[in-house]
């Protein structure tokens, strides 16, 4: 999934995930906090799966933090028929999920932010760095 999608939390923690993203990556989602920056990562149920077989195939004394942090945030979901998640309470005190988001796809997998978040995020990218990866990347 690509592209950048807005939608709106309810009164409840509602929102709806888009259904490109649904088409793409099924109705059985795993939401969890993303390492580094406040907003939350969307998996699919197959996407999760092959991170978590990654991380147990590396040694226990360097994992520990990281199980800790991802496993112990993440939250199997399936969206109902209208295509609306409830996004648990913690994650969206994590992400400072209030009203307005945005759904980023990621090519995979995709993140949940703040509207304003967001919004500052992209002010503040180093089009310098973004420039020498490109040419890196020959784009």
């Keep these: ?36 920056t406040a907003c939350i990562k969307v998996y699919s149920a197959e996407g999760w799966k092959k991170l978590v077989a990654k991380i147990n ?16 945030s993440a939250f199997e979901i399936v969206p109902d028929k209208q295509g ?26 995709a993140e949940i932010w703040d509207k304003a978040s967001w919004v500052k995020f992209n002010e503040n990218t180093n089009n310098e760095d973004l420039t020498e990866l490109a040419l890196e990347l020959g784009i």
């Design 84 to 109: 609306r998640v409830s996004v648990p309470q913690p994650l969206r005190e994590y992400a400072g999920l209030v009203s307005d988001v945005v759904v980023v796809g990621l090519e995979g997998t």
């Design 57 to 72: 195939e590396m040694p226990q004394v360097k994992t520990q933090s990281i199980k800790r942090f991802l496993f112990g």
């Design 1 to 36: 999934m690509t592209g950048e999608y807005k939608s709106t939390l309810d009164a409840k923690g509602r929102m709806n995930i888009p259904l490109k993203l649904r088409e793409e990556m099924g109705n059985e989602l795993v939401l969890a906090k993303t390492i580094g």
